[in-house]
T-cell receptor, first 112, second 111 residues
Framework: GNSVTQMEGPVTLSEEAFLTINCTYTATGYPSLFWYVQYPGEGLQLLLKATKADDKGSNKGFEATYRKETTSFHLEKGSVQVSDSAVYFC???????????FGKGTHLIIQP | SQTIHQWPATLVQPVGSPLSLECTVEGTSNPNLYWYRQAAGRGLQLLFYSVGIGQISSEVPQNLSASRPQDRQFILSSKKLLLSDSGFYLCVWSPGKETQYFGPGTRLLVL
């Protein structure tokens, strides 16, 4: 079946540091890939997505590229801010299964 | 516009007690609905999905059940809660493969 593996936190960085959160997946066919974010006290919301190989999703300064050859969808941001502190979930849909398959989430803490 | 509601927002229940969580959607008809659970230290896990009234598919065997009594209502239930049922329960509506709308979630603590 489908699976998503992402680095587990907490990940602690200083403001303006470069961020990478690794995500790799296992799925048959060509799934769609997502990053979701959950800010403290709020619900889950879509951050970015990519639906086919080599697509790059981007939003709020975050980027992730769908790499079919390495089955990866790493999340990056060039300069993080304190307001980026949240839990980030990598997810996929497709590969013959119904519903989303999520990673365990990565808790990101940005210190001023 | 589309809206998805969950009730209650938080719940504390003793072991062995019954459970009923409700999810309702507005602004659409015949939605595909999903129940997910996030347990402590684990990712979001798909529990049930439904493509229509009375149609339920279970992804993970457990002591939970789901029902779809109306087009825009999806209910998660248990006859006897276990400690391991504690977690965050999320209802999701998906109009298509690329789009999902998340409910606000229900935080359940079983003592």
């Amino acid at each position: 079946g489908n699976s998503v593996t992402q680095m587990e936190g907490p990940v602690t960085l200083s403001e303006e540091a470069f961020l990478t959160i690794n995500c790799t997946y296992t799925a048959t066919g060509y799934p769609s890939l997502f990053w979701y974010v959950q800010y403290p006290g709020e619900g889950l919301q879509l951050l970015l997505k990519a639906t086919k190989a080599d697509d790059k999703g981007s939003n709020k300064g975050f980027e992730a590229t769908y790499r079919k050859e390495t089955t990866s969808f790493h999340l990056e941001k060039g300069s993080v801010q304190v307001s980026d502190s949240a839990v980030y979930f990598c997810a996929l849909i497709g590969g013959g299964a119904d519903g989303l398959t999520f990673g365990k989430g990565t808790h990101l803490i940005i210190q001023p | 516009s589309q809206t998805i509601h969950q009730w209650p927002a938080t719940l504390v229940q003793p072991v062995g007690s019954p459970l009923s969580l409700e999810c309702t959607v507005e602004g659409t008809s015949n939605p595909n609905l999903y129940w997910y659970r996030q347990a402590a230290g684990r990712g979001l896990q798909l529990l049930f999905y439904s493509v229509g009234i009375g149609q339920i598919s279970s992804e993970v065997p457990q002591n939970l059940s789901a029902s779809r009594p109306q087009d825009r209502q999806f209910i998660l239930s248990s006859k006897k809660l276990l400690l391991s049922d504690s977690g965050f329960y999320l209802c999701v509506w998906s109009p298509g493969k690329e789009t999902q709308y998340f409910g606000p979630g229900t935080r359940l603590l079983v003592l």
